[in-house]
């Protein structure tokens, strides 16, 4: 940004011409400040999510459990940034969630069932002026990496002489389904007190 200031000549006290001297002023760099506060905001709701996903209502035998509203976080996260940030901290909270509980017997499985399956919470900052519809295909999306990993690798272990569609469907819908129900009102809450609009 260039600025113009007027400087007398040498010797002139006012009477005479002034010269006009340019001077280049470096604006404040804006993009770094914004993305330390974006890093900053990954790591705090990341751990919270964490937090709280150690806070078990009840847990599955072989993987999964209900919990005090762990996946809100990402999901506010989502919708207060977007769906890239939102989806960087899903995996980044699902690799954190293996370390954790590791529950592993293939590479792919493993994709599937942690940094995928918390990744695609980020779908819900797709739908920020609507944060229920943005839970709902957050967790939609969830269940779906589950249910893929529970029909190819759970299923054929845990459950060999039961059709592997209905195993996997039962199994991730019996915790999931009652995760969205808690993240949904929770975030209905949170829009109607007017502090998801605060933070959006």
């Known amino acids: 940004m260039l600025s113009t200031l007027w400087e007398p000549e040498p010797g002139n006290t006012g009477g005479g011409k002034n010269k006009m001297k340019t001077s280049t002023i470096k604006p404040t760099n804006l993009n770094s400040h914004k993305t330390t506060q974006v890093l900053a905001e990954i790591a705090i709701f990341t751990a919270l999510a964490t937090v709280l996903s150690l806070i078990i209502i009840y847990p599955l035998p072989q993987g999964g459990s209900i919990t005090l509203a762990s996946m809100v976080p990402i999901l506010w996260l989502a919708l207060r940034r977007g769906p890239i940030i939102g989806l960087l901290t899903g995996v980044l909270y699902g690799i954190i969630q293996f370390m954790l509980l590791p529950y592993a017997v293939d590479p792919i499985q493993l994709l599937l069932d942690y940094p995928l399956a918390f990744g695609v919470l980020g779908l819900a900052g797709f739908f920020q ?72």
């Open 129 to 200: 002026k609507n944060p229920i519809v943005g839970a709902i295909v957050g967790v939609a999306g969830r269940f779906v990496m589950h249910f893929i990993s529970g029909v190819f690798y759970w299923a054929p272990i845990s459950a060999p002489l039961v059709d592997p569609f209905v195993y996997s469907s039962i199994y991730n819908g019996s915790y999931l389904l009652p995760e969205l129900v808690i993240s949904g009102v929770i975030l209905y809450l949170l829009q109607k007190s007017k502090v998801l609009r605060v933070y959006l």
